[in-house]
């Protein structure tokens, strides 16, 4: 067998290399997104659970392979008890120059709470994900939300000097005639706004092909109203950018439907078991726990890291039509963390 030890960082068989690992703290949320989790939900008993010291020891050792950028997810990050404690401990690496971001994905919920000291501890940008700027349906997307609540920690972040960007999932016949609106909503508080197209993940409620909106649609209206030119900002996301001229704003598309864009994918993602999922539309993963565990010296974790690198594959397939019976993952993605 090769050694793959010897690899100075983390490049896959097809010369992509793993710089942005992205966390899942805990399958846990205090929303029940529609199209992300069933409204009765099994979580992992908390026995599962890396301890918060596992989840650093872990992402040190991926920061030590070349990772740059690691976000904070899940389930909803910020009701991990002690999560502050978790940024802290991670925040060295921003200090000693090792990582080069630390930033989460959040539904906002506990935003208003937490943004003055995310931002003291180094986080400069969060996704806060909100699909509807209507709080009656709102509250029948999360099932559980308030809109004020997240409204609330929108503007604290802003106010302790995090950038904000708007994560949305466009829902057919739900909130695909929003979109100005938000747009205008963003713009005007000098966020930008992503557009996320639904997909197959997880058992629900319901028949996705009924919210599946791709985006290329949204794109063509949205062009009715606003100037759009194409630009080359990236973040080390998925998506692909546009200005818009009248607000001098950014709207973000992440097509992984219509557009695949696995071919520059330079991510992986890790649960809050220690799972190290290689694809977010893939079953094959690598259990990092065991190895995590099994010595205090990180020599076996880096193994099964390099072991799970030389498997990255080359992508997803993800369909969503009506003869696809099955979702093309049953991980929600709660569990691998979004
Ligand atoms: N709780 C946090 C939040 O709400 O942002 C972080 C986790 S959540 C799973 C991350 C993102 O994934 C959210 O923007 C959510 O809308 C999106 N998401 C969840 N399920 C999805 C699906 N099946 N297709 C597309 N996006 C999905």
């Known amino acids: 067998m090769t050694n793959l030890a010897s690899r100075p960082a983390m490049i ?7 710089t942005y690992l992205r966390v899942s703290v805990t399958d846990r949320c205090d929303f029940r997104c529609v199209y992300c989790m069933a409204e009765h939900m099994t979580f992992l008993p908390k026995a599962d659970l890396l301890s918060l010291e596992e989840l650093d020891r872990l992402c040190s050792a991926f920061i030590a392979k070349g990772v740059k950028k690691l976000r904070l997810t899940g389930g909803e990050p ?13 925040s060295r690496h921003l200090r000693s120059g090792a990582l080069e971001e630390l930033t989460l994905t959040t539904n906002g919920s506990q935003l208003a709470k937490y943004a003055g000291e995310l ?39 802003r106010v302790a000097g995090l950038k904000v960007k708007l994560n949305a999932v466009a829902l057919k016949g739900v909130n695909e005639h929003e979109f100005d609106d938000m747009i205008a909503y963003a713009h005007a508080k000098g966020m930008d706004l992503t557009l996320i197209e639904t997909m197959p993940l997880g058992e629900i409620e319901g028949d996705r092909t009924d919210q599946y909106l791709p985006l290329s649609i ?40 219509t557009h695949n864009f696995c071919e520059s994918c330079n991510r992986v993602r890790i649960t809050c078991t220690g799972q190290l999922y290689m694809c977010l539309g893939q079953e094959d ?46 991980r929600h993605m709660s569990v691998t963390g979004g």
């Open 12 to 18: 896959d068989p097809f010369g992509r290399h793993v």
């Open 119 to 157: 931002a003291r501890l180094g986080v400069k940008r969060i996704n806060v994900s909100v699909d509807t700027l209507d709080p009656a349906k709102f509250r029948k997307i999360t099932r559980w939300g308030e809109l004020a609540k997240v409204e609330e920690g929108i503007e604290a972040a």
């Open 218 to 257: 949204v794109r063509a209206r949205l062009m009715n109203r606003w100037t759009l030119t194409d630009i080359p900002f990236r973040t080390s996301g998925p998506a692909r950018y546009v200005r818009v001229e009248e607000t001098g704003g950014k709207i973000g598309f992440i097509t992984p439907l």
């Open 78 to 90: 910020l009701v991990r008890k002690n999560i502050l404690w978790l940024v802290e401990a991670l």
């Open 285 to 330: 993963m690598a259990d990092l726990r065991a190895p995590l565990r099994a010595s205090k010296d990180d020599g076996l974790v880096n193994a099964a890291i390099d072991e799970a690198i030389g498997r990255k594959p080359k992508g997803h397939d993800f369909v969503i039509d009506r003869r696809a019976q099955k979702p093309a993952v049953s």
